[in-house]
């Protein structure tokens, strides 16, 4: 059944509740389609998904033996009870575990549906493992939207859900750019953040805590990179106190930062990660928590505290598991590093045209623009969490034809690991083009 454009949109402002915003008013294309980078929406017009989506569809969209093998697995066995073993979710658990930073025989992993759910659950295993309740996140984070993580989440979106779950304590992390600790030096920030922990432990009780829950690269709180030393620090501040340092990966896993692991990029081992989005290239929904080992064995002797109808869900292990084979043989974790050059090369230049580009920071292909209204004064070109917001200037963007994801005053640039520098040139130069546009209609 074909329906016609104007009749999909309005099913779709009929119909569907779209997540985060007024719902009234929106123009978003309808998509129908994804090949490599692009996207098609049922006009025929094309967009480069410069964002991966929402920072997961690693592989590029349409990959061939990601499909076959989702369908040949509908063919075979579409669901089995979590009880059961099934071979899928046995073999893309030891592929994963391959690739996390403990070594192979290192960590067991629970699926779950999504990233949410995995730091819900995360915390819950942490919990049961120290027999301690309280959980540190940071501010500057986003960890989930359902009422569990949504409450580990720091920034606004975490205020729906209040009052929220009990035992999270939030606290500043290091944002070099922008200081919360009064200083340009990013050693400096990097000890005084680094003892700001230790003053929230010495308040809250340093043998209550179960976990500090943080993203080794904050993702869509404006791809903020921690100063040198940072996560080193709070894994020695962790094993000290008997803490467990759970690195939420869900954007940053699976080759964004050029690693399989931003774990092993920074080389800080946490205790627990989570993971979700590129897992599967976002083919089909998928999150998961790996435990390393020894803390894995507790679960031996006690009950696993937790259970979904879809951990595990053979539709989701199959994607898995050919994304992860497209990942290796097609070289791309490596192959983030060369986008990554050439994104750098290109915001380099993009960043001498216009002043309102305050910073460029990023590792691997995960990349911040972050827009100000004064390079000098570093004034941000709309507030963080404030009223305004930069929908006008993406919505040009999607016009010129360029997907990207932004929050307040940064662009969130990552794109599918297989794009080619001639996409990224297109890019800047839709880039390039609307900042123009901006500039003199705000001149
Ligand atoms: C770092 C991080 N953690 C967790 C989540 C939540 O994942 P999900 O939307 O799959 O529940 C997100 C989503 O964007 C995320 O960026």
């Known amino acids: 059944m074909h329906t016609a454009t104007d009749d999909l949109a309005a099913l779709h402002a009929r119909y569907v509740l779209t997540p985060w915003v007024p719902q009234a008013g929106r123009t978003s294309p309808t998509i129908v389609r994804g090949e490599g980078c692009r996207l098609y929406d049922d006009r025929g017009q094309s967009y480069l998904d410069f964002s991966a989506g929402l920072v997961a569809v690693n592989l590029g969209h349409g990959h061939a033996g990601v499909a076959d093998a989702i369908g040949a697995q509908a063919r075979r066995l579409a669901y089995a009870a979590p009880s059961l073993n099934h071979d899928v979710r046995a073999e893309l658990a030891h592929a994963i575990a391959a690739i996390a930073p403990w070594g192979p025989e290192g960590c067991r992993i629970f699926f779950t549906t999504g990233g949410g759910e995995a730091n819900e659950d995360a915390i819950k295993f942490a919990r049961a493992l120290t027999g301690r309740h309280k959980v540190l996140a940071g501010y500057r984070s986003f960890h989930g939207s359902a009422p569990g993580a949504g409450t580990l989440t720091g920034e606004n979106r975490r205020w729906p859900n209040e009052p929220g779950i009990p035992g999270v304590v939030h606290f500043f992390t290091p944002f070099p750019y922008r200081s919360p600790f009064f200083t340009r030096d990013p050693a ?42 940072y996560l080193a620090g709070l894994r020695e501040i962790c094993s000290r106190h008997g803490i467990l340092l759970i690195f939420d990966e869900v954007m940053t896993g699976f080759g964004r930062t050029g690693a399989a692991f931003a774990a092993q990029r920074f080389g800080v081992t946490p205790d627990l990660f989570t993971f979700a989005k590129a897992v599967t290239s976002a083919y089909v929904p998928l999150g998961g928590v790996a435990v390393r080992e020894e803390l894995a064995a507790h679960f031996d002797s006690h009950p696993l505290p937790s259970g979904h109808t879809f951990s595990g869900h053979p539709l989701a292990m199959a994607a898995g598991l050919a994304a992860l084979r497209a990942y290796a043989s097609e070289g791309l974790f490596e192959r983030a590093n060369r986008v990554g050059e050439w994104l750098r090369a290109r915001f380099d230049a993009l960043a001498r045209a216009h002043p309102m580009l305050g910073e460029v920071r990023g590792s691997g292909a995960f990349f911040g623009l972050e827009l100000v209204a004064d390079r000098e004064t570093r004034a941000p070109l709309v507030a963080w969490q404030g009223a305004a917001n930069l929908n006008a200037l993406v919505a040009d963007l999607l016009r010129r034809g360029l997907y990207v994801y932004a929050r307040y005053n940064v662009i969130i640039v990552a794109p599918p690991l297989t794009i080619s520098p001639e996409e990224i040139d297109h890019a800047g130069a839709i880039l390039d083009d609307a900042f123009t546009a901006y500039r003199k209609e705000h001149a």
């Open 188 to 229: 400096e920030e990097c000890a005084r953040a680094l003892a700001h922990v230790e003053d929230v432990l010495t308040y809250e009780g340093r043998d209550r805590v179960a976990a500090l829950l943080i993203e080794p690269i904050v993702g869509s709180n404006g791809v903020v990179l921690y100063p040198e030393g």
